[in-house]
């Protein structure tokens, strides 16, 4: 591997200036290697969501660089910075974020149609990702039709029907009780070790970061752990 | 891509169904009222055009007194009397026809019914110079105009009214205090512009008339008609020298009579009803703009409670294009069915008041055309701003919008 997937360089984020000045990340240094399953923890305000959205190519640093497949993501524009999120980026939320009264296998072409491509191509592609994720025989429900787990799934479908190069996870559990939670990290885990996709996933619960392979953990906007896990190389 | 984005904008149409259809009205009110005031005022400009051409065409109206200067009072003058009837026909022997006529409004009986009609006193050049015919029966004759007969010619209405499916010629029909027989039936002229029946009338002898209705040997009106590609202005101007002659105008004074054109009086009175469509469909217009705003009101609701939407949707590689062009195409798509059922609307009210009112039913392609193009462009323009503020979004924020 020439380079890492993503690379932080020293970045800070500051929101606010004077006496409301925070600085959400302050100087923080990372990267994360292809095919790495990588869990991002720490408390509320610790700077995980900041540092998760900077990787996903939602936010930029203030200061430092960020990036993304050795690009300087961080310099790059709104419009860019969407390309990148469409061509190499799936995203999973915490509240699942489908299209409401749209059927599952519409929510999973979502980002096709954004890419262009045709009208077939694209129902094979997302029928093939509602089965990679178990959802065969649910593509016509709507979101309310369907479980938490299941709109989970649905999510992931969405997030990989694009063949990312990486899948950004913002606690994908957080709204599941713990058997929905186990499959739904069985199933990224699947995707990570059988499809070689890098993932990172922010999460509170140690359980969960538990089946990364490496939990790096924000506190006050610096990283205080970063540890792998023995078994898991 | 632009089907799908139209499709798109039509399903989230469909789920504020109630919602959509309110917005909708405004567009349609406005183009309703656009296409029914130039439908209509095309069909009355038709109407008025086919009115004055009734009237005859190369047709010289003459009357006592002059044309009003503008500010100033109208001129005093003394009626017209036989003298300059026999001098016109003496001084234009080019013309097709010359008639003198008297009018007035009358009460007519017959039996138990009786009318409020215009009751024309003339002479046979009078059916030629108003190029009306006679439907039924026969024309009075030179004779009976010498003659003083008791004899009329009665409109469509009259015959309807007092005698149904009956015959009327030959019965008699009381005009005031004379009593006068029934020779003939006018052609149906119908309502003119104005609104007045124009078959509510009765037609007799000039000399009938002075002696027995009107009580004076005045002459309201001397109709001159052309033939066919006479130069109207030429004859205009022997009209006027002989008629300054007779009635023995000083060249410092002005004429004591007017005489008018009817085919410029037609042209004016065309173009003074096309302004008038133009003020009322431009009134129009103003309700159409009030129907954008009503939409671009509507589409900033809907980019606020889709915020979360354009998030997930910029989220996963939607560009600010992608979104602004979606919101674009919802807010045209939606003027553009309101402005279908506006041209639906419109027309049928176009259609009804033709209908009841006996206009020309006119409907204009160009202005349908312009309609439709105008309430897609209300969509766009107003649909541009609630659009563009969806577009400029931050991912972030509209993703944590509940």
Redesign the interface.
């Known amino acids: 591997m020439a380079h890492p997937l993503v690379r932080f360089d020293q970045v800070w984020k500051t929101y606010g200036s004077g006496e409301a000045r925070v600085d959400a990340l302050a100087g923080v240094d990372l990267t994360i290697g292809r095919g790495e399953f990588v869990a991002i923890m720490g408390p509320s305000g610790s700077g995980k969501s900041t540092a998760m959205?900077i990787i996903?190519c939602?936010?930029t640093p203030t200061r430092g660089r960020y990036f993304f497949m050795n690009v300087d993501a961080g310099g790059l524009d709104?419009?860019r910075r969407?390309?990148l999120?469409?061509?190499y980026i799936?995203?999973v939320?915490q509240g699942y974020?489908?299209?409401a009264?749209t059927t599952a296998v519409e929510n999973v072409e979502?980002?096709l149609?954004?890419?262009?491509v045709p009208?077939r191509q694209r129902r094979r592609l997302a029928l093939e990702a509602l089965d990679k994720v178990g959802l065969t025989g649910r593509e016509g429900h709507t979101p309310a039709e369907l479980s938490g787990g299941q709109q989970q799934r649905v999510a992931i479908a969405?997030?990989i029907v694009?063949s990312p190069t990486l899948l950004v996870a913002d606690e994908p559990t957080g709204n599941l009780d713990t058997a929905r939670s186990q499959e739904i990290m069985e199933l990224l885990t699947g995707l990570n070790r059988e499809q070689g996709l890098t993932i990172a996933m922010v999460t509170h619960e140690a359980d969960i970061a538990a089946h990364a392979g490496r939990i790096v953990t924000f506190v006050d906007g610096r990283i205080a752990s970063d540890e792998a896990k023995m078994e898991a190389a | 891509m632009i089907w799908e984005t139209v499709r798109l904008a039509l399903l989230s149409i469909r789920r504020n169904a109630l919602r959509s259809v309110l917005t909708l009205l405004g567009i349609v009110i406005g183009v309703a009222a656009v296409i029914a005031m130039i439908t209509i005022g095309s069909g009355t400009t038709e109407k008025v055009k086919a009115d004055i051409s009734k009237l005859g065409s190369n047709l010289l109206v003459v009357r006592a007194g002059g044309a009003p200067q503008p500010g100033g009072p109208r001129i005093q003058a003394k009626e017209l009397r036989a003298r300059e009837v026999q001098a016109l026909v003496d001084g234009i022997p080019e013309a097709r026809a010359i008639a003198a006529a008297s009018q007035k409004q009358v009460r007519i009986v017959s039996g138990t019914d009786s009318l409020s009609v215009l009751v024309t006193g003339s002479d046979p050049g009078y059916f030629i110079a108003r190029d009306w015919g006679v439907a039924l029966g026969r024309e009075f004759t030179d004779q009976e105009v010498r003659g003083n007969a008791n004899v009329c010619l009665v409109g469509e209405t009259v015959r309807s009214q007092f005698f149904g499916a009956g015959d009327p010629l030959g019965l008699a029909v009381r005009v005031g205090r004379m009593s006068c027989t029934i020779i003939g039936i006018l052609e149906s002229k119908g309502f003119s512009g104005f609104g007045q029946d124009q078959d509510a009338t009765v037609l007799m002898p000039l000399t009938t008339f002075q002696r027995r209705i009107a009580g004076n040997r005045d002459v309201d009106t001397i109709y001159i008609s052309g033939t066919d590609g006479t130069p109207m202005a030429e004859m205009q101007e022997k009209v006027e020298d002989i008629l300054r002659e007779t009635r023995r105008i000083t060249a410092d004074k002005d004429d004591d009579f007017s005489v008018r054109d009817m085919t410029q009086i037609a042209e004016t009175m065309a173009s003074a009803t096309t302004v008038m469509t133009g003020m009322l469909g431009a009134l129009a217009g103003v309700s159409l703009l009030v129907g954008g705003i009503g939409i671009m009101n509507i589409m900033l609701v809907s980019v606020t409670e889709r915020t979360r939407e354009i998030g997930i949707r910029l989220a996963i590689g939607a560009q600010e294009r992608d979104i602004l062009v979606q919101f674009m195409v919802e807010a045209t798509v939606l003027s553009l069915i309101g402005g279908l059922i506006g041209i639906a609307l419109g027309m049928s009210l176009a259609g009804l008041a033709s209908a009841t009112m006996s206009i020309p039913f006119a409907p204009s392609l160009p202005v349908i055309a312009l309609a439709v193009g105008f309430s897609g462009a209300i969509g766009m323009v107003f649909g541009f701003f609630p659009a563009l503020r969806a577009a400029r979004l931050d991912p972030i924020d509209a993703l944590r919008h509940e």
């Open positions: 959205n996903g939602l936010d709104r419009s969407a390309l999120r469409n061509l799936g995203f939320f974020n489908l299209l009264r979502l980002p149609i954004y890419r262009g009208g969405r997030a694009t």
